[in-house]
């Protein structure tokens, strides 16, 4: 991620970042703490004089397989690097543990940097764009970054904290659909069909999947990732929550600035971009049976895909689960809101011998129709591995132990 963006930073924002700072505009944000109280304080004695503004963004990934130092002592060190090369005084600085938040100042540029575990973001405020991106040069070339490749995909996962909405952000490693595609016999064309639509959001606002564990639903949602990553992809790891709670639901769907998670140096616009939401795990959401028990979040989230909550949001979920279902609500299902309901079913015998012996492990033969996850413990030498299905895609934190980067300490 090398480019940068030119564009107003639309919404309000919380601690770690300004808020609406267009030509002209006035900032409103909210302190949310004392913390957000001084922050707010000195990035408005900042700002005030640079109007008109232009604003300059850009992201990348840390170096280091995608772990930043755990080391805070670097991050304060990087950023005085940072300081000391552009002549800039740190008006603000806000550390943790887990996170680090600042703002550094000078003649005509303010400079918001964010460090996390795993990423890192500059915004550039000035009236000189010029300017702006010559600073996120500087800041690039003292935080080491790490090239995602072509299989990494930003995904930004959402959760419900004691401050409404938090989320943090992954980039995953996603498989490309045909180098998968020979693992889904019988239902392969179908996500094919899907994968190569270009703006499923336009079409319908639902994909539903289910079937039984190991039957290889997480690795192609990843692959979906991949396709439709043009999209801006968001897992939502409480689904019951989220459809519960009005607020938190609105202030994921329509205040997502408020993290500072919509910056993209890819979509300098993100008018027509749409959203992919996954919620795993959620079958009461959809199944008839279940209108009684949960009334709420179904209505919910058929506001979202076909009423007037979801009108003009680009919105689409794609809901997948492990249960049975015997009958999926039909209002689901009508057209213009379904955009596809699926089983992934285990492999027959005939199937999975074949698929054994294609890559070389001919003459296995099985009592019962296997599943992906099983056919790939024969291949791996784990026949007798329990069947839990194949890697989840919810949230997971950084591994520990990651090093810091060569010559950042």
Known sequence: MNQSAVRASPGAESMGSLGDLKAGAVITLQARTIEDYLFLQA?????DALRPLETVTREWRWRSDGCSPNSPDVWDSLLDSVSEGLGLRVAYRMRTDRRLVA??????????IRVARDWIEAVAYSRDAGAARASLDVVGATFPRQDVGPSGVRVIFWFSGPR?????TRVLDCPSWPSIAGNYPGIASRIEWLVG???????GRLVFWHGPPGTGKSYAVR????????MRIEVVTDPERFFEDASYLHEVLFSPNVLGLVSDEDHADDSGRGRLFVVEDAPDLVMEASRSTVANRMARLLNLTDGLLGQGTGLLFLLTTNEEIDRIDPAFMRPGRALQGLRFLPFDRAAAEDWLSRRGHAGVSFAEDPSLAALYATIHGRPDVEEKGVSRIGYTRPAAGCQAPPGST
């Open 103 to 112: 703002i550094l100042a000078g003649s005509g540029l303010v400079l918001e």
């Open 43 to 47: 990035v408005r004695q900042q700002v």
């Open 164 to 168: 409404g909405a938090q989320a943090t």
């Open 223 to 230: 692959a979906l990732m991949r396709a439709w990553r043009s």
């Open 197 to 203: 639509l270009e703006r499923p959001h336009e079409i």
